[in-house]
């Protein structure tokens, strides 16, 4: 007599254990991350003004220039200042003249003395003449130096080295003193953020912040939590290496930690997904394909874990691939 083997052979397959690697549920804590626009800013913003009152008569540089510390920027001129420095130059001019002529008179007044033709007294009013007139031309010559300084002043020169933002003025125009040509951004680039005020409890300086820039990920740290409120919003400066500085003021996506809570979280490719469920195959004498619903993604070092909203429960065991 013939014994069938293939319903034999079913059962062992059937009793034998058909997990190799199981992972025992247990609540993990994870972190709760609140997604804010954050804007890239300069670390440095200053307007490179003008020093004197004129006409803009040269424009060397746009908006989005780089420029370093002290590169001249734009060139303004005063005609009253070339005035100025042509009836100084008169002036000096007769004054030297009229030096000359004393020191001559003083001259022919010390070889009148020493033959006994003239007076010391007579002979002191012509070293007064001329030491009054020395001080005069001095005086007029340091006069003429604070135009001649006045007039370099025209070139308006970049207070730092860094980006040009704005350049709200045209060749042409005239200039008042201490009106910006030009505005400046330098020193570095962070992101400043604005976040609702219920999260201020849970900002860390030090924190690690995500940040999506295009299709990079960046990571960057929480570096100073500003303590005023402003129209319910906390905010906060993030330092971010390698900061793209081509836009000020553009808005980038951060994630911010904003708390933690415990979940339960299984590696992504125990998840299987058929006819739009989600499922997880689970051991032990409740063993199967389970339907769960998924919450949020998390990456670790070990890879990425997904949260299980429902579907699961602590103690179970869910079969690894």
């Known amino acids: 007599m013939k014994t ?17 690697e199981t992972l025992t549920l247990a609540p993990q804590p994870v972190t709760d991350w609140k997604a804010v626009f954050g804007q890239v800013q300069a670390q440095t913003l200053l307007p490179a003004r003008a020093r004197i009152g004129g006409v803009l008569t040269e424009l060397t540089v746009a908006e989005g220039d780089m ?68 001080g005069q031309l001095a005086a007029m010559q340091a006069e003429r130096a604070v135009v001649v300084q006045q007039a370099s002043e025209g070139v308006v020169l970049a207070p730092i080295a860094g980006r040009v933002l704005t ?31 219920r999260h201020a409890a849970a900002l860390r300086e030090g924190d690690d912040i995500a940040i999506a820039a295009g299709m990079a990920e960046l990571s960057g740290r929480l570096a100073r939590v500003y303590p005023q409120i402003e129209n319910g ?10 900061l793209d500085d081509a836009f000020v003021n553009a808005r980038v996506l951060v994630r911010l930690p904003v708390g933690e809570r415990m979940a339960l979280l299984v590696p992504e490719g125990a998840v299987t997904t058929r ?4 499922f997880v195959t689970v051991a032990g004498p409740f063993e199967g394909a389970r339907t769960v619903v998924l919450g949020q993604r998390h990456q670790t070092d070990t890879g990425v874990l997904v949260e299980i909203l429902s579907g699961l429960a602590a103690g179970d065991a869910v079969v690894l691939p």
Do not use: C, H, Y
């Open 67 to 134: 420029v370093a510390a002290g590169q001249p920027l734009a060139r303004i001129e005063d005609e009253k200042l070339d005035l100025q420095l042509t009836a100084m130059d008169a002036q000096i001019a007769a004054l030297s003249s009229q030096l000359e002529n004393a020191r001559s008179e003083l001259a022919r007044g010390e070889e009148l003395l020493a033959r006994g033709v003239t007076t010391v007294q007579f002979l002191d009013g012509l070293r007064t003449q001329a030491d009054v007139l020395t």
């Open 167 to 197: 350049v709200p003025l045209a060749a042409g125009a005239v200039v008042m003193p201490g009106e910006a040509v030009a505005t400046l951004g330098g020193g570095g680039f962070f992101l400043r953020l604005a976040i609702p005020e």
């Open 275 to 278: 006819s739009g469920l989600d």
């Open 233 to 242: 919003r906390v905010i906060a400066d993030v330092a971010v290496d390698a």
């Open 4 to 20: 069938p083997l293939a319903p034999a052979l079913a059962l062992v397959w059937l009793a034998a254990p058909l997990w190799a």
